[in-house]
DNA sequence: TACCAGGTAAAAA
DNA sequence: TTTTTACATGGT
């Protein structure tokens, strides 16, 4: 097979490539996927030798462009990678969900409908399993996102596979049997805390004894999902949603402890710079089922830097913007 | 210098 | 059962 392959991917209606892939850009640590404003770069396959690249870009300007995805491999690209990539892409961009009922409940909501009407075509991206989703909010937990890329960057050099295309390293997410074999004390050394490196270990030891049943937690009910992970040691229920959400797209889980959601909802829906988690989840009941698309497009809104609709009740201006 | 970062588990009350 | 506290470290 070629080295390289190029396809003209089209999403079932409206996507916007540069808004949803900006989530993958947050921070400039990020090692697995890689987002610099115009490609998405993202290493997969199994193994060393089965390991591809896959790269994304815009086919056009608008949300009805095409999404141009190519593949690369050092040699040649493994047996079957023309229909991996493609659905590896689709998974993460989300290719699958249909935004329309959401917007129809978003332009009815006051505070949502001007920022949907902007991003319509947002989609929450998604990580390549439930396993790496668990693992990167771990790493996030209680420090600040670049931090947490950081210390994932290094492990992810240590016990990810790589391949080496045009002078550079791609690296795949570590599998759960390599980071299973993992020693505290290593990631102690990558500055992991004591607890969190004991945390990534045991995820990826019941990711590796195959208890992470991707499909089961498809199909259960959110609540008893979320219970099922939150039986793993490290994985509360912020971690849990995360999971959920980031792993296998389930948009209906809103992670109201999560402290930027916070912000985000008291900004653009109750005026104020933060709000406590109950209000929040109060303000996010009337976007069931889809709190988590909710605060997707919230947050670009934010990362886009969208002033709020009323000025903010006290501390007014802090810069909120990023990138 | 404190205090905060897109939390969690375990101890203390 | 509910409420603190330790955890690690970089940025402001």
Redesign the pocket.
Known sequence: MARELRRLLRPPGPFRFHESAA?FG?AREERVNLYDGRTFRRAAGEGAGGLFLIEAEAGGEGAEAPVAMTLRAPESLPRGAARAGERALGHMLAFDLDLAPFCAMAREDPRLAPIVERFEGLKPVRYLSVFEALVTAIT????????GAAIRGRMTERWGDSLRLGGESYFAFPRPEALARAKPRELRRL?F???KAEYVIGVARAAAEGEIDEDLLRRLPLEEAVERLSAL????????EQGLFRGLGRVEAF?G?????QKVVARYCLGRERAEEERVRRVAARWAPWGGLA?AYL?AAWRAGVPPARPLRKRPSRSASRE
């Open positions: 989530r947050m996030t937990q209680q420090v600040n996102v670049g931090f500055q805390s004591e607890r040691r490290g994985v509360g229920r912020w971690t849990a992670p402890g999560d402290l930027g959601v605060v947050f």
